[in-house]
């Protein structure tokens, strides 16, 4: 788990600064960032795309949901360990009721958690980080580079 958490955070660090450098001169489009957004998650794709709010919100977002449904996976794998292979209601089948009881209301936060956040990732962050790159010029919208090659339109 440690290697997993490690891997991540590299991968956190050394995307913003690889597409850091090019951020200037080419635009990526939102295809690339929603897909590793919506496959591999943890803001990584809004990292790619160097938009450091999209990608930490994104994070902060995964952490959140993978902790609450760790959390209940803890609860339920307390409960399966202390059920009874007797028909008797004993403490153990109680106890075992309980931790299930515990369990579901972080599974079902965690999976709402994790849902609303892919969608966030995957539609809205990366659309609003090009968006606020390459604002409208009021007729249409137009990439700088391109705009200096054209040069100012004439005015009638």
Not at 31 to 47: A, D, M
Not at 106 to 127: C, D, F, H
């Amino acid at each position: 788990m440690r290697k997993i958490a490690i891997l991540l955070l590299l991968i956190a660090v050394a995307c913003p600064l690889w597409a850091s450098g090019s951020r200037e001169s080419k635009t990526m489009g939102v295809t690339l960032p929603s897909t590793v957004n919506l496959t591999i998650g943890f803001g990584i794709g809004s990292f790619i795309q160097g938009d450091w709010k999209g990608g930490l919100a994104g994070l902060f977002g995964d952490v959140v949901a993978a902790s609450l449904l760790g959390q209940a996976a803890w609860y339920s794998s307390i409960s399966s360990y202390s059920v009874g292979n007797d028909r008797v209601i004993t403490y153990a089948d109680q106890k075992s009721a309980d931790m299930l009881h515990k369990a579901f209301p972080y599974a079902i936060a965690g999976a709402g958690v994790l849902v609303v956040n892919r969608i966030l990732e995957t539609a809205v962050w990366p659309s609003l980080y090009e968006a606020s790159r390459f604002p409208k010029t009021g007729q249409a919208e137009v990439i700088p580079a391109i705009a200096d090659k054209l040069g100012e339109p004439d005015v009638v």
